[in-house]
């Protein structure tokens, strides 16, 4: 079992940076591939960025890089997302998700994910 809580979130300027961490609790942390999603009001949940349980391989949706980059540290199980320069589509309710064994093309599928935080909101104002 595996329990992911996502911190970071908050009211910000376009163009300002905000960096979100998701804390994963268990000892097997290594072995999941990580991804966040993010879901604005009204649409689907999106993939952002995915990183493999090596950080060997890492993948973002078009519209976030440059902006985003995603980075993990197995030893203090934590995957972050460092977002600059926000812009006011970036506005959401982000969430962390693990995926067991899994290479990078599968974190950019919501399905299969194993565990998934309960979100933290990203409000940007124009």
């Known amino acids: 079992q595996v329990q992911v809580i996502e911190s970071g979130g908050g009211l910000v300027q376009a163009g300002d940076s905000l960096r979100l961490s998701c804390t994963a609790s268990?000892?097997?942390?290594?072995?999941?591939?990580m991804g966040w999603f993010r879901q604005a009001p009204g649409k689907e949940r999106e993939f952002v960025a995915g990183?493999?349980?090596?950080?060997?391989?890492?993948s973002y949706v078009d519209s976030v890089r440059g902006r985003f980059t995603i980075s993990r540290l197995n030893a203090k199980n934590t995957v972050s997302l460092q977002m600059n320069s926000l812009k006011f589509e970036d506005t959401a309710v982000y969430y962390c998700?693990?995926?067991?064994?899994?290479?990078?093309?599968?974190?950019?599928?919501?399905?299969?994910?194993?565990?998934w935080g309960q979100g933290t909101p990203v409000t940007v104002s124009s």
């Open positions: 998700g693990a995926v067991e064994a899994a290479g990078i093309s599968r974190t950019r599928e919501i399905v299969g994910y194993d565990y």
């Open positions: 990183i493999t349980w090596s950080g060997g391989r890492i």
């Open positions: 268990g000892r097997t942390f290594s072995r999941y591939a």
